[in-house]
T-cell receptor, first 114, second 116 residues
Framework: KAGVTQTPRYLIKTRGQQVTLSCSPI?????VSWYQQTPGQGLQFLFE???????NKGNFPGRFSGRQFSNSRSEMNVSTLELGDSALYLC?????????????FGPGTRLTVL | AQSVAQPEDQVNVAEGNPLTVKCTYS??????LFWYVQYPNRGLQFLLK??????LVKGSYGFEAEFNKSQTSFHPKKPSALVSDSALYFC??????????????FGTGTRLTVIP
C-alpha cells in the first residue's frame, strides 16, 4: 500500500507570494492533518480535515488555510508569504479521527521563502 | 492542557549499548501517548504508542516502552543500539478536547546519535 505522498517536495518562493501544497493520504484514509516543522518552534499542528470538513485548527494566522476533497486528498494554502513561513510542512493521514489510532506521515514539503 | 517534555536535546550512545529516550507528559484525563522517529530527509515514522491496557508496549525497530503513571513518563528503550537508530525522536500526546480531535502536541525532539 502506497504511503502518504506530498507534492511538491521542495519549493522556493518570495515574500508576498502565495503557495499551495498538496497531500494524498494512504488509500482508505479519510482523515488528514497538517503540521509545520521549524527548528525554532518544532512541530506544530496546523489543521485537521475529515470528510471534507475542517475539524480542528491550530494557532496560526488566517493566511494559512486548507481544504479536503471528496477523494480525501488535501491542500493547504499560505497567502502573503513571510520569511518565517519557511519550514517543512508535513501531512499525516489516518483512517478516521480516532484518538487511539496513529497517524502516518508523508515526507513533507520543504518551503523556503526568500 | 496536554503537553509533553523531552528533557534531553541530544543523546549519544555507543553501538551495542542499551539506549533510552525520555519523555514526560502532562495531561488532563487519560493520556494518549505516541513516539515518532524522523530519519534524515524522511517524514515521521511511527514508533510506538500507549492508549490503554498493558503498561509495557512493544513498538517498531526493536523498541519497547513502559508507561509509568506515577512518574508520568513514557520512555522507549532498546537493549542494544544500532548505528541505524541514529535519528530525531519525538514524543507526542493526543489532544483530547472531547470532540475526538486528532491533532498531536509534540515534544521538542531528542537527537539520538549511536557511535560505532
Amino acid at each position: 500500500k502506497a504511503g502518504v505522498t506530498q507534492t511538491p517536495r521542495y519549493l522556493i518562493k518570495t515574500r508576498g507570494q502565495q503557495v499551495t501544497l498538496s497531500c494524498s493520504p494512504i488509500s482508505g484514509h479519510r482523515s488528514v492533518s497538517w503540521y509545520q516543522q521549524t527548528p525554532g518552534q518544532g512541530l506544530q499542528f496546523l489543521f485537521e480535515y475529515f470528510s471534507e470538513t475542517q475539524r480542528n485548527k491550530g494557532n496560526f494566522p488566517g493566511r494559512f488555510s486548507g481544504r479536503q476533497f471528496s477523494n480525501s486528498r488535501s491542500e493547504m494554502n499560505v497567502s502573503t508569504l513571510e520569511l518565517g513561513d519557511s519550514a517543512l510542512y508535513l501531512c499525516a493521514s489516518s483512517f478516521s479521527p480516532s484518538e487511539e489510532g496513529e497517524q502516518f506521515f508523508g515526507p513533507g514539503t520543504r518551503l523556503t521563502v526568500l | 492542557a496536554q503537553s509533553v517534555a523531552q528533557p534531553e536535546d541530544q543523546v549519544n550512545v555507543a553501538e551495542g549499548n542499551p539506549l533510552t529516550v525520555k519523555c514526560t507528559y502532562s495531561v488532563s484525563g487519560n493520556p494518549y501517548l505516541f513516539w515518532y522517529v524522523q530519519y534524515p530527509n524522511r517524514g515521521l515514522q511511527f514508533l510506538l504508542k500507549y492508549i490503554t491496557g498493558d503498561n509495557l508496549v512493544k513498538g517498531s525497530y526493536g523498541f519497547e516502552a513502559e508507561f509509568n503513571k506515577s512518574q508520568t513518563s513514557f520512555h522507549p528503550k532498546k537493549p542494544s543500539a544500532l548505528v541505524s537508530d541514529s535519528a530525531l525522536y519525538f514524543c507526542a500526546v493526543r489532544d483530547i478536547l472531547g470532540t475526538g480531535a486528532n491533532n498531536l502536541f509534540f515534544g521538542t525532539g531528542t537527537r539520538l546519535t549511536v557511535i560505532p
